[in-house]
């Protein structure tokens, strides 16, 4: 079982629509999560930090569940220009330092 | 000029060759790494250094060795390439701080 998991998708909806995404990560000693954004084999860029209160900036909110080890992303008001895949990364616990794991990421097509 | 430089960024080789991609970096961080990304598997771990004198295994290390040579520099090495090296690799930094993640562009990497 992978230490962080996502849901491939691709996720496919009209302009306008709300979709969320989750990610779940297997160790409960986690700290630091983050939602990047990867366009078409380029570098991922990060979209937002995760904080355990919940953050929102714009149209995107992400949220923290450490009870039940998820983090999710809502995106509002989807846009065209939103289409990407959308990447969970957790720092998970590893011989005393917290090392950046990936989830293979998910998948969003948003057409008109 | 990019913060995170990759050269090359693409390369195409034959199996039993040697390959080094370089990283450097002028964001003044102290942690590197170094992550492969295959079609639909997310970004895994090869190798990462904290500092100079610190280099550590990831998930994926077999078949790859790392030379941290400056602060700004951090090469990995493929010593005899094989068809299942053929992915995207990328180069990333972060402070000890925010735990942001930092990319290069990316290098193409094909062994025939």
């Known amino acids: 079982r992978k230490e962080v998991e996502q849901d491939p998708g691709p996720f496919n909806v009209p302009e306008g629509a709300t979709v969320a995404f989750n990610c779940t990560y297997s160790?409960?000693?986690?700290?630091?999560f983050f939602w990047y954004r990867q366009d078409c084999r380029k570098e991922p860029k990060l979209l937002m930090s995760?904080?355990?209160s919940g953050n929102e900036d714009g149209r995107f909110t992400a949220q923290l569940n450490r009870a039940s080890q998820y983090i999710s992303l809502l995106i509002r008001d989807s846009k065209l220009s939103d289409s990407a895949t959308y990447l969970c990364?957790?720092?998970?616990?590893?011989?005393?330092?917290?090392?950046?794991?990936f989830g293979r990421g998910t998948s969003l097509i948003v057409h008109p | 000029d990019a913060d995170v430089t990759q050269t090359p960024r693409n390369r195409i080789t034959k199996t039993g060759k040697r390959i080094m991609l370089e990283c450097s970096q002028t964001?003044?961080?102290?942690?590197m790494y170094w992550y492969r990304q295959d079609p639909g598997l997310g970004l895994q771990l090869i190798y990462y250094?904290?500092?100079?004198?610190?280099?550590n295994k990831g998930e994926i290390s077999d078949g790859y060795s790392v030379s941290r040579q400056a602060q700004a520099k951090f090469s990995l090495s493929l010593e005899s390439a094989i068809p299942n090296q053929t992915a995207l690799y990328f180069c990333?930094?972060?402070?000890?701080?925010?735990?942001?993640?930092?990319f290069g562009e990316g290098s193409r990497l094909t062994v025939l």
């Open positions: 990333a930094t972060s402070t000890r701080g925010t735990g942001e993640l930092f």
């Open positions: 160790n409960s000693a986690s700290q630091s």
């Open positions: 995760v904080y355990s």
């Open positions: 990364v957790v720092k998970v616990a590893s011989g005393g330092s917290y090392i950046p794991t």
């Open positions: 964001k003044g961080h102290d942690r």
């Open positions: 250094s904290f500092d100079v004198k610190d280099i």
